[in-house]
Nanobody, 120 residues
Framework: QVQLAESGGGLVPPGGSLRLSCAAS????????MRWFRQAPGKEREFVAS???????NYVDSLKGRFTISRDNAKSTVDLQMNSLKPEDTAVYYC??????????????WGQGTQVTVSS
């Protein structure tokens, strides 16, 4: 059984920063890519950023320069540093990863999400 758990969400004023973290746990053999998505009220879930097992990163163009994704392969975690936050960044942020288990099965997993609210 593999699980992803996000943490670090909360209420932050415009211009502030927040760091999200996502930890994978369970019978993990390896993790290929790890990604962050977000879903604002009334909108579809959208891609935010990804990072491969080799550290290669990719971002949605609109967030480049404000958000930074990083991972710790030894701890099976992925972080999202968010700076200069705007009210439109308000959303539930989800962690997503493709994980190979020790039984040799690969699957795409999602976390439960963490709420980020940017408001004064």
């Amino acid at each position: 059984q593999v699980q992803l758990a996000e943490s670090g969400g909360g209420l932050v004023p415009p211009g502030g920063s927040l760091r999200l973290s996502c930890a994978a746990s369970g019978s993990i053999a390896s993790i290929t890519f790890m990604r962050w998505f977000r879903q604002a009220p009334g909108k579809e879930r959208e891609f935010v950023a990804s990072i491969g097992s080799n550290g290669k990163t990719n971002y949605v163009d609109s967030l480049k320069g404000r958000f930074t994704i990083s991972r710790d392969n030894a701890k099976s975690t992925v972080d999202l540093q968010m700076n200069s936050l705007k009210p439109e960044d308000t959303a539930v942020y989800y962690c997503n990863a493709y994980i190979w288990t020790t039984s040799g099965r690969g699957d795409l997993y999602w976390g439960q999400g963490t709420q980020v609210t940017v408001s004064s």
